[in-house]
């Protein structure tokens, strides 16, 4: 139904938000675009109803192309209803009106048919008591479901939401999405941009990930929460933070690390109990031991936080002439930590021969509250 | 330290009057016995050339109208001031305190200036023509009639002869006459018409030519640069100097007489009880002549300047704001470019540019190029608001109206404009007092408004208080009414006064319990 081909946008400032993207939508679509800021979803968006004018590329609705000089872009915007972050709903006109004039203005009906459409949607997003309330007098969330029920009276084939519960309060978020979840479930075409990863998960039947201009995986929201097939959507969808150091010589400055580990938890929060754990194993496995026996030591240590999940990974990567196990280790105060129900172990051999060994460690850090 | 030097200051200030008083002007013995002391005389006229060089040290004060300077004289601003013999007649007639110094300044001659236009030749031919025969067959001279009539024995409340004793024919076309208009004996307003010395010699001129003369009251200082442009063809009473002969044409002298310096008698006159003073100057500004009719025509003209200034100017903002709304870089780069120049200048310049320069060569009378000037200033005044009052309103609006499917046209006029409405006419009634306040100065270019009906009237009564209050008064009641009026249209389209009814007027809501 929309076919997007080879869209690519830059802005005056030279920054390009979009740089190749291609995507097809098709009839009862609900699609998801989520990605880190500032990657062009909004703009990919608002590119599809020429809110934004794309530098190049092709956007056909029903057989047009509507980036075409000389498109009727009112008849097309008719036919794609919008919901913005910040509502704009028209400030001078009532909830009512709000609804009806468009009907009345745009598709010709009757003052009482645009009447009795809009009681009919603000039933629906549970406002019929707000008919003369004017934009002002409303809670956001109140006003995002006016908005969505000024889109849905004129009947469109596609509704675009551009984070539609961004501007919220928390405490009101729930509102909207309810109202949007009902809408996917009635088989309507929806695209929506959101941060609200749940969300998305739970009404799209398509996700589109979004990073540096282009759609850099796509999937069902099986595959891309799941079983993300590249590492920036895994640790985005998983909200990673990670952290890496490489140990190349003797002299390693252990002290910097440590300061950097601190901020590094502070930033997420994570339990300063559970980092002097981790602080714990890295000295254990990679000072006193590996690095110990080894004059020319070659370590990859990569630590990573996953927010989702609320757990912290330790990953060590070592080559050396001797296997160490740090089941044996003769750290009393390691040994208590493995016995921990929270953490977990798994050593893995990468090779072992004459030349010496490579091995991968990794650990894992629970919060006890979490289990 | 602080309450010292503040305690001294105001000592000194409580002196100065004092001081002031000392000087007692009448015993002096010569003209250089002034040197020093302020000196008035009228813009325009010269008279200070006289006696410059003999009171070097004098600053000389400039007032556009003789009443000011008798009012300076008395307040004491001004030790003496400069007028010619005529003039202080009348003067001496209302202000019986007034005398003249004992030593006459100088004599001064008085010619008419020919309007630099293809009439100039023939009109030059004719005015010297006519100033020849005057000397001889009795016109002019001392002993001439016009002298006697209006100088020698002048009575200001019955000698009105003027405009409406004479006939035109008109055979050889129209001119455009410059005069004071507020300069008794010479040209004054009396009962409503156009009279004095001034105002008989170019009648009587006109219709031995065959003109029919138009006449424009326009303060002195405008009449030479109006009549080099060509604006007008003749512009009456002169005074001769070098500098003047260079840039426009002179005619012949018509009348010559002694200037004089204009002092306070020194013993005090015993004046009029304050109830009967207030009578007096009350029946002087309204009743005699009847005065308040030029009040209420001058009101009038106030008035249809302010209204035609404001619709066309309202109308012509929003236009060229729809002309540059959608960033067209010509139409912008012109329109910043006319708002920097007219929003730069004072308004009596630009008056005087559309009056002499850009309108200079056509008939159109200074109404209406006040009503053309007036009016770009306030479309002026209505793109900013304009300008504000959308951007007041946000991007967003217009995002999801076009989003909508609206078009461009829709979205302003039935989203965007509504909005910026709101914003905009508060500052918009102020912008109307403003104007109504700015169309004081249109005299300047020969327009009879309500200021300057109210300079006219002074300068014949010689008395301020009444005239000034009126004045103010009604510029007070003019600015309430259109207030009034741009806050009962605001009220109007304010759509939050609707009543919910009014809202869903016409819709069966039956199936809902909405009221």
């Keep these: 139904m929309i076919e997007i081909r080879h869209l690519r946008k830059e802005f005056d400032d030279n920054t390009i938000p979009l740089r190749d993207i291609n995507v097809t939508i098709n009839n009862g679509d609900v699609i998801s675009i989520i990605g880190p800021s500032g990657t062009g979803k909004s703009t990919l968006l608002r590119c599809i109803n020429m809110l934004t004018e794309p530098t190049s590329g092709e956007i056909i609705v029903d057989g047009q192309d509507i980036t075409k000089k000389g498109c009727n872009l009112n008849e097309v915007r008719m036919k794609m209803g919008m919901v913005f972050q910040s509502f704009n709903l028209f400030g001078h006109l009532t909830v009512i009106e709000n609804i009806m004039n468009p009907q009345i203005t745009l598709l010709g009906r009757s003052r009482q048919e645009a009447f009795d459409k809009a009681m009919y949607l603000l039933t629906q997003v549970g406002l019929a008591t707000k008919v003369f309330s004017y934009p002002d007098e409303l809670s956001g969330g109140q006003q995002q479901r006016i908005a969505i029920a000024r889109t849905l009276a004129m009947d469109p084939d596609i509704i675009l939401f551009d984070e539609p519960t961004s501007a919220l309060d928390p405490s009101m978020i729930g509102e909207v999405q309810s109202v949007i979840k009902l809408l996917a479930k009635t088989g309507r075409t929806m695209m929506i941009v959101t941060h609200e990863m749940d969300f998305a998960r739970k009404i799209s039947n398509r996700i589109l990930f979004m990073a540096d201009g282009v759609i850099y995986e796509e999937g069902t929201p099986k595959q891309i929460f799941d079983h993300p097939k590249k590492e920036l959507t895994r640790k985005f969808v998983q909200r990673l933070t990670t952290l890496s150091y490489k140990i190349d010589s003797t002299d390693f400055n252990f002290e910097v690390m440590n300061e950097e580990l601190m901020a590094y938890g502070e930033k997420l929060l994570i339990e300063a109990e559970r980092l002097t754990k981790l602080t714990l194993a890295i000295e254990e496995i990679c000072i006193n031991n590996i690095a110990n026996y080894s004059d020319n030591p070659y370590i990859l240590v990569n630590i990573e936080y996953s927010e989702k999940k609320d757990t912290l990974f330790l990953s060590v990567r070592y080559k050396a002439e001797e296997r160490f196990d740090p089941k044996t280790s003769e750290s009393k105060l390691f040994q208590l930590l493995l016995e921990e129900p929270t953490t977990t172990l798994k050593e893995t051999k990468l090779k072992d021969d004459d030349d010496g060994c490579q091995y991968k460690i990794d650990m894992s850090f629970k919060w006890e509250d979490a289990e | ?515």
């Design chain 2, 1 to 515: 330290m602080k309450k010292l030097l503040i305690a001294l200051f105001a000592v000194l200030l409580l002196c100065t009057p004092v001081f002031a008083e000392e000087i007692d002007v009448s015993k002096f013995e010569k003209i250089e016995d002034f040197n020093g002391l302020n000196i008035g005389v009228q813009t325009a006229v010269l008279y200070e050339e006289l006696i410059m060089d003999r009171v070097p040290d004098t600053a000389f004060q400039y007032y556009t109208m003789p009443t000011d300077m008798i009012l300076a004289l008395k307040s004491g601003k001004i030790a003496g001031y400069l007028i010619e013999a005529v003039g202080y007649g009348v003067h001496k007639a209302n202000h019986p305190e007034l005398t003249t110094f004992k030593e006459v300044p100088g004599f001064i001659s008085a010619s008419n200036i020919i309007g630099n236009n293809d009439k100039q030749e023939r009109l030059l031919k004719e005015m010297n023509e006519f100033i020849r025969n005057g000397y001889e067959n009795g016109l002019l001279g001392d002993d001439g009639s016009l002298y006697q009539y209006w100088i020698a024995d002048f009575d200001p409340e019955t000698d009105n002869v003027g405009v409406k004793d004479f006939t035109f024919t008109g055979e050889n076309g129209t001119l455009n006459i410059a005069v004071e208009g507020g300069y008794e004996p010479f040209s004054f307003v009396s009962d409503g018409n156009l009279a004095g010395f001034d105002v008989e010699f170019i009648c009587r001129f006109c219709v031995e030519y065959g003109y029919t003369p138009i006449f424009n009251e326009i303060p002195f200082e405008s009449i030479a640069p109006g009549v080099e442009t060509g604006k007008f063809d003749i512009g009456m009473n002169i005074v001769v100097s070098e500098e003047r002969n260079e840039t426009g044409t002179l005619s012949d002298i018509y009348y010559t007489c002694p200037v004089l310096l204009v002092i306070l008698e020194n013993e005090k006159i015993a004046a009029p009880s304050f109830f009967e003073s207030i009578k007096i100057s009350f029946n002087k500004t309204f009743i005699r002549e009847n005065r308040w009719k030029l009040f209420v025509s001058g009101a009038g003209v106030t008035f249809l300047i302010t209204i035609c200034s404001i619709i066309a100017g309202t109308i012509i903002g929003f236009a060229v704001y729809m002309a540059c709304r959608h960033g067209n870089i010509l139409a912008n780069r012109v329109t910043d470019f006319f708002l920097w120049l007219i929003h730069g200048m004072p308004t009596v310049l630009l008056l005087m540019i559309l009056y002499y320069v850009v309108f200079g060569s056509s008939r159109i009378s200074g109404m209406w190029v006040s009503v053309v000037g007036f009016s770009l200033m306030f479309a002026t005044a209505m793109i900013d608001m304009l300008r504000v009052g959308y951007n007041a309103i946000g991007r967003g609006q217009y995002e999801a109206s076009t989003a909508l499917g609206y078009s461009d046209r829709q979205s302003f006029f039935k989203i965007l404009l509504p909005q910026a409405a709101n914003h905009f006419l508060p500052i918009y009634s102020n912008e109307v007092v403003t104007l109504i306040k700015e169309t004081s100065v249109v005299g300047y270019i020969a327009v009879l408004d309500l200021t300057k009906i109210s300079d006219l009237v002074r300068s014949r009564t010689y008395e301020a208080f009444f005239a000034l209050i009126l004045t103010a008064i009604i510029y007070f009641i003019i600015s309430a009414l259109m207030v009034r009026v741009v806050r009962i249209i605001q009220k109007r389209i304010d759509p939050k006064r609707r009543s919910d009814r009014k809202v869903l007027d016409g819709i069966d809501t039956k199936d809902w319990e909405l009221f």
